[in-house]
């Protein structure tokens, strides 16, 4: 039976548009996540300010932090008028409050005409806003302003105003896509079409370079036991023929993955859905599978063919 799409046998989901969906999960994990708005004069210097302050941010296993942008936002939509980028730094807890000192202290405050407000809700809050005044050397003043408690520090261009306190909650990383097809080019555009998918999810970041993992890892070595994490040899289609098991046959050339992570476990789902129904039209994808480890590391277990029940 084949409905919108979907096709089953029996009772069992087996292909999307005719690409299988793979029987398994996603094994994601809980992580904390900051989450802010920047504003700046002008659409161009916004996008500075956020690229610079999610950069060096991809994967916890060398990063300090997983950040990414989580949307634009119209001068309607920001507390001072102006144009905005919403981002998301994730962290274990004790690392984060570190993080954003450094990430806004040198990546915002430096960048001209920015601004930093809180964005959502938060389980917790940090005085990331309250400990950036000592860069004012004593100049610098709390304020109330467009209805937020504001620290202006001086600088030579005018005032870097922020919020004087950011929100704090558990959130959800790790989610994953990782998709199979016959070609490099295939394998890039469907990625390209995930995460273009993705983008439009609110409260969720793609962390990789242009939201697309292209080295997926595993945990650990078998050769080197100083390394954390290694090539996922069963994924490599060049090691095809040289690996025990395989996760490719013949027809795959290439593989990519999308890794997501979320405020909450629900926005993960919904991106993950968004994302493999519109790599799955990409001519030339076999096949979507994601990546785990055996329910060992992460307590968010996210199976694919349950997301379209």
Known sequence: MIKDGI???GSEFVKLHGVEIDNTFAEAFELWYSSFLITAINKKWVLEAAREATGFGTSMIGCSSEAGIEGFYSPAETPDGRPGVGVIIFAVRKKLETDLINRIGQCVLTSPTARV???GEG????DTGYKMKFFGDGYE???ESYGREIIAVPLMMGEFEIEKNLPVSKGVAGGNLIILAQTQASALLAAEAAVEAIDSVEGVITPFP???VGSGSKVGSKE???MHATTNEKFCPTLKDKVEGSALSSEIGAVSEV???GISEDSVKRAMKA????AVKIQGVKKITAGNYGGNFGKVHIYLRDLFE
């Open 117 to 119: 407000f809180a964005m």
């Open 224 to 226: 080197y036991s100083f």
């Open 259 to 261: 890794v997501i992570d």
């Open 141 to 143: 003043e709390i304020r």
């Open 7 to 9: 096709k089953f046998s």
């Open 123 to 126: 389980r917790e809050s940090i």
């Open 210 to 212: 242009g939201g697309i």
């Open 275 to 278: 994302g493999i129904e519109a």
